[in-house]
């Protein structure tokens, strides 16, 4: 069983930034792509971002290219995700998943486990 972790979230200003982080216990972190989702109110859960078990191959939502950075540390067993000029639209509570395959994914369904999210809360 893979458990994930989500920390860092909070209450931030547009422009702001912040940086969410995720923990996984227990298994090979290594072979194990990780996603970054998000849920806004009233709004399906979203795609943000993706990194392969080796942290050489990343991609992004067209909403978040160039702002959000997702990024590993395989020898601690978290993931990250370094969100810079925060916009009010980027209010949602962020989930970060794992899946063992072979080539990114950027859909829900092909995330086999996930963390219990944590909030992120962008004022105008």
């Known amino acids: 069983q893979v458990h994930l972790v989500e920390s860092g979230g909070g209450l931030v200003q547009a422009g702001d930034s912040l940086r969410l982080s995720c923990a996984e216990s227990?298994?090979?972190?290594?072979?194990?792509?990780m996603g970054w989702f998000r849920q806004a109110p009233g709004k399906e859960r979203e795609f943000v971002a993706a990194?392969?078990?080796?942290?050489?191959?990343?991609t992004y939502a067209d909403s978040v290219k160039g702002r959000f950075t997702i990024s590993r540390d395989n020898a601690e067993n978290t993931v990250s995700l370094q969100m810079t000029s925060l916009k009010p639209e980027d209010t949602a509570v962020y989930y970060c998943?794992?899946?063992?395959?072979?080539?990114?994914?950027?859909?829900?369904?092909?995330?086999?486990?996930w963390g219990q999210g944590t909030q992120v809360t962008v004022s105008s």
């Open positions: 998943a794992a899946r063992f395959g072979l080539r990114l994914q950027i859909t829900e369904e092909s995330y086999d486990y």
């Open positions: 227990g298994h090979i972190f290594s072979a194990y792509d």
């Open positions: 990194i392969t078990g080796s942290g050489d191959s990343a």
